[in-house]
């Protein structure tokens, strides 16, 4: 079973800010997941075994996931600049960095099968930190 995902989040990128950004207001009332659902994700060791099928669905899937949590992280982080990121890549990199992410992630999980057992999504972004470091303010 997957760790709650707060404590992945804070054991994989440490004292990372959960406060809003300056500039930024709180919304009220905003939804929040449940735990059930943050618990039933994608672990990192199903994506292993996803991104490593030689099928050709298998490898769309495996790249579309990848692209979308790199995305998404870019994104929500576009004002952020520096060290404040999750990772650095600049955006036309993006998509052919895909089978780099893919293969670092699979080196990853046979390095360290421990996190396996991880949500997938923080796995991903472990790896695409240490592929695409950001600079030292």
Request: include cysteine; charged fraction near 30%.
């Amino acid at each position: 079973a997957n760790k709650d995902c707060g404590e992945t989040r804070r054991r994989v990128f440490g004292g990372v800010s959960e406060e809003p950004q300056r500039n930024e207001r709180k919304v009220a009332n905003a939804p929040q997941l449940s735990d059930d659902l943050l618990k039933r994700g994608r672990s990192a060791g199903q994506l292993y075994r996803l991104c490593k099928n030689a099928s050709r669905r298998s490898q769309g899937a495996c790249k579309e996931y990848l692209l979308g949590v790199g995305e998404a992280v870019y994104w929500s982080e576009w004002k952020l600049s520096g060290e404040t990121r999750t990772f650095c890549i600049r955006k036309p990199k993006g998509q052919t960095a895909i089978p780099t992410i893919r293969n670092a992630f699979l080196k990853e999980i046979i390095d360290r099968p421990e996190i396996s057992t991880m949500p997938a999504a923080p796995a991903v972004l472990l790896v695409m930190r240490k592929l695409f470091p950001c600079p030292e303010s």
